[in-house]
């Protein structure tokens, strides 16, 4: 079966459009606080060794109904928040401080934790909602039935060492049309630096990874009995060779570098995600000096 498109109405086709920009925002936005070809300074900061680092995903949720209690739309998030806590569990704030040490460390926390409250303020749900309200108004008109509502999910997973965070993220939002959508999402971060981190700041050498991506995409397009070029986009090499920029979603596990396409990015929709990983036992002979101080044990 070879993956086909879905056709778009143009309420749908909108807000794919919105979304896929605020895609592009999400990704870059961590790279911004930080050049792609710059190594940070690796003079340790981290937590004063009387603190513990504890990150949890907190779920968020609203539900917007019309006059008539109709749904109109909903959000469910799993928004990643850091706390600080002493070692004998007492929370550690701002105003709970004793010194500057420990009001880096909070600064720390606040930069991480302002990036998803900031990735919520982006993903403007009362825009979805407005589409939603003008879509329910004129099925009335029509005296059509309004049988679903429109919808918005964040999922997280995070992975965390004594170093760094990684957090992997998959939105999905519906606004009419076929089918709902996906956006997979990124975000690493220094805990020593109390700072993102994209992954091209990690390797002095990029061009072996783009190069093992795209003997992994030939692979995938014959598991189908295709070519890559009928698999994937025309232009997937050129795709790939920014995997480390902001075509692609870069996160870490213990074992595992992920990097992560969203339907549409590389392929059709009917193609799915494009996930590849590669292991950390490999990529570390092409991290540089910054790159092995974070994944070294």
Not at 24 to 35: D, H, K, N, Y
Not at 146 to 162: A, K, M, R
Request: aromatic share 14%; net charge negative; glycine share 4%.
């Amino acid at each position: 079966m070879k993956p086909e498109n879905h056709v778009r109405t143009p309420l749908r086709t909108l807000y794919g459009l919105v979304l896929l920009a605020l895609a592009i925002v999400l990704l870059s936005s961590c790279a911004l606080r930080t050049s792609q070809n710059v190594t940070p300074d690796l003079t340790p900061v981290g937590l004063p060794e009387n603190l513990t680092c504890e990150i949890v995903t907190e779920p968020e949720s609203d539900i917007s109904r019309a006059d008539d209690g109709s749904i109109l739309a909903a959000y469910s998030y799993q928004l990643p928040v850091m706390s600080l806590y002493r070692l004998n569990g007492a929370p550690v704030t701002e105003e709970t401080a004793e010194n500057s040490r420990e009001l880096d460390a909070v600064e720390m926390a606040n930069t991480f934790n302002q990036a998803f409250r900031d990735w919520k303020a982006e993903a403007d749900f009362s825009a979805l909602e407005e589409l939603a309200r003008n879509d329910y108004a004129q099925k009335q008109a029509e005296n059509q039935k309004w049988d679903y509502h429109y919808e918005q999910g964040l999922e997280s997973d995070i992975y965390q060492t004594e170093r760094f965070v990684s957090v992997s993220g998959r939105f999905y939002y519906y606004a009419g049309g076929a089918h709902p959508n996906t956006v997979l999402l990124g975000w690493n971060y220094d805990l020593e630096k109390g700072a993102f981190f994209s992954a091209g700041q990690l390797f002095q050498d990029t061009e072996a990874i783009t190069e093992e991506l795209l003997h992994m995409a030939q692979e995938r397009a014959a598991e189908w009995n295709m070519t890559p070029e009928e698999f994937f986009w025309e232009d997937y090499p050129e795709i790939l060779n920014g995997w480390s920029e902001r075509s692609a979603v870069v996160t870490f596990d213990e074992y595992n570098m992920t990097i992560s396409f969203s339907p549409y990015v590389i392929a059709s929709y009917a193609a799915g995600e494009q996930i590849f990983t590669i292991p950390l036992t490999w990529l570390k002979q092409y991290m540089n000096q910054y790159g092995q101080h974070l994944f070294s044990n």
